[in-house]
């Protein structure tokens, strides 16, 4: 099973776990991302390349799957704007081997919080806005995976 | 005559006031480095957004690719800031 | 946040996942163990001791809030007669740090399957029945953290 | 008389017929692994669970211990065969 959604609506988190549950491997690791407030921030704005985004994160699906004994991944990713507490991102993996499931979960959300082609706005209370900087540690973090 | 389109996002996108255009295609032997050269040139929001390609990172018909890759055959290139992800 | 749950029933893996969602860290890992079925499997059973494991996995569960800098973590464990695909074990993690999230996750499921006081007993079509043996690989990983 | 618990567990249990019993309270120098030494020359059920104490693992009072550990004035003593966790 390969699953990969890039959508503007939330997603149920229990029913993707409970699809990669029933493919009979034993073990589901998942990693939901999810806005987080503070510093008045009232909105997450996601921007994305939609030519290049499927494509993508697709590709680094079929990595993963190469890399680890998978029965199954689940890569869904919210654009347009998010509220604190809002979920972001998802990434769901169904192995017959936990340290399967577990490294290829953390693999694909390093990846997808480093390469996938997103761009962050916050919007603060009063107006003000302000892009997001891309952070060094997660393209180093990513790296980390290459050889 | 053929075509290329470009595609900006995020604050390269805002400077430049537009998400899209499409432009004559230059000579293969031209990189995205020459583009982003020649784009900047025209002042403004492009001169803004442009004028440091460090601050840049480009794709290559879906493809991420370094400045000083070659455009050739290609019918869309994407200029914007490091990714930041989900 | 703290939750750790030995219980005959099964769980609404969602439901965990909003709780660890609604702490505002920013991310949440999980696994989720299913019993595996295969070589004519029709239900594990699992038997626990009783007095020692909430405060067994009480305790390992304060240890990787102390290891980790963790806004909450779910622990679940079944017992009882469980049959292939019934959710046995959840483990759920919130941070503001995804690599603490998914490393914590990792290290409370190595001791969850290595050394929480719990034994599987396998009933086959046919009557027959075999007690599971530990399995030193999971003994090694559990001890991989030690240090 | 100050009584010990034993409790037993999984294919343990299953041998020796029972799944809780009292004794008397031991010296307190001895081991754990003198009570089982003490309980399988019982014989029947009870050697074939704890002849072999390799093949053991225990907790004195809901704490895992190792086998030559002293049982002290604990009032649980649980033996049973390696975890097979979750």
């Known amino acids: 099973m390969k699953r990969v959604a890039i959508q503007a609506e939330d997603f ?95 693999f694909l959300i390093d990846w997808m919080k480093s390469d996938a082609p997103f761009w962050k706005k916050e919007h603060f209370a009063g107006g003000a806005t302000q892009w997001v900087a891309a952070r060094d540690e997660d393209a180093v973090k990513a790296q980390g995976w290459d050889s | 005559m053929a075509m290329l389109s470009i595609v900006y996002f995020a604050w390269v996108r805002e400077a430049i006031g537009r998400d899209e255009e499409q432009v004559e295609r230059l000579d293969p032997g031209r990189t995205v480095a020459d583009l982003v050269a020649m784009l900047a040139a025209r002042g403004g929001g492009y001169a803004e957004a442009l004028g440091d390609t460090a601050r840049l990172r480009a794709a290559v018909d879906q493809r991420f690719v370094p400045m000083d890759s070659l455009i050739g055959e290609a019918k869309e290139v994407a200029l914007f800031p490091p990714v930041t992800g989900g």
């Open chain 1, 12 to 106: 149920d988190v229990g029913g993707e776990l409970a699809a990669l549950e029933a493919l009979g491997g034993g073990g589901v690791a998942s990693f939901t991302g999810v806005v987080r407030g503070g510093n008045g921030l009232v909105a997450l704005e996601l921007e994305q390349y939609p030519a290049m985004t499927q494509a993508q994160v697709g590709r680094i699906v079929d990595e993963a799957m190469g890399r680890w004994p998978l029965l199954g991944v689940s890569v869904i990713h919210r654009f347009g704007r998010l509220e604190p507490g809002a979920r972001i991102v998802f990434v769901g993996t169904a192995s017959r081997h936990r340290t399967a499931a577990l490294e290829s979960c953390a």
